[in-house]
T-cell receptor, first 111, second 116 residues
Framework: AQSVTQLDSQVPVFEEAPVELRCNYS??????LFWYVQYPNQGLQLLLK??????LVKGINGFEAEFNKSQTSFHLRKPSVHISDTAEYFC?????????FGTGTRLQVFP | NAGVMQNPRHLVRRRGQEARLRCSPM?????VYWYRQLPEEGLKFMVY????????ESGMPKERFSAEFPKEGPSILRIQQVVRGDSAAYFC??????????????FGDGTRLSIL
């Protein structure tokens, strides 16, 4: 069975500071990993995805994530956050068809 | 906007009524997925459909819930005899459906269902 654990439910950070949102997964099949962002009252927008190849994946809005097979992690990072990055972030794993989501991390950026 | 279109954006129903949620996938996408997001929780998979076929309904409640994706028209998620616990945001996603698991799913803005 596949599962995703997002270790932090909330991450407060000041503007222009770096941030890391943690995600651990378990999967017995080939792993496809995704990070989505959800702004208030909106749907999910794809930030980035890992399918294969380079373990460092770059996405939109300056975000990147590193796939670590030995630690079964796929942490999301950004070197300098903006107020506009305030949102809910979801890590997800996909094996065959459906996405399995973590419970989300609320990133709150303060001025 | 050629994205996934869901309507209505907000839906209010009284207990016992029926709720119908519609989803038009992105152009060229033949696979549709429905997810439910309860307050302060992540998204939970409900059902996966292709045109005229239900592929995986392992996340659907056994009673009152049904989904379809007809040959023509949008996908419909139907909830009969709604109860307070059905209050949630329901999201639809679509993908091209080449069979390749790495294809990302594209999400609509959701329908927020409130039960009075």
């Amino acid at each position: 069975a596949q599962s995703v654990t997002q270790l932090d439910s909330q991450v407060p950070v000041f503007e222009e500071a770096p941030v890391e949102l943690r995600c651990n997964y378990s999967s017995s099949v080939s792993v496809y990993l995704f990070w989505y962002v959800q702004y208030p009252n909106q749907g999910l927008q794809l930030l980035l995805k890992y399918l294969s190849g380079s373990t460092l994946v770059k996405g939109i809005n300056g975000f990147e994530a590193e796939f670590n097979k030995s630690q079964t992690s796929f942490h999301l990072r950004k070197p300098s956050v903006h107020i506009s990055d305030t949102a809910e972030y979801f890590c997800a794993v996909r094996g065959t068809d459906k996405l399995i989501f973590g419970t989300g991390t609320r990133l709150q950026v303060f001025p | 906007n050629a994205g996934v279109m869901q309507n209505p954006r907000h839906l209010v129903r009284r207990r016992g009524q029926e709720a119908r949620l519609r989803c038009s996938p992105m152009k060229g996408h033949s696979h549709v997925y429905w997810y439910r997001q309860l307050p302060e929780e992540g998204l939970k998979f409900m059902v996966y459909l292709q045109k005229e076929n239900i592929i995986d309904e392992s996340g659907m409640p056994k009673e009152r819930f049904s989904a379809e994706f007809p040959k023509e028209g949008p996908s419909i998620l139907r909830i009969q005899q709604v109860v307070r616990g059905d209050s949630a945001a329901y999201f639809c996603a679509s993908s091209p459906g080449t069979g390749y698991g790495g294809q990302p799913q594209h999400f609509g803005d959701g329908t927020r269902l409130s039960i009075l």
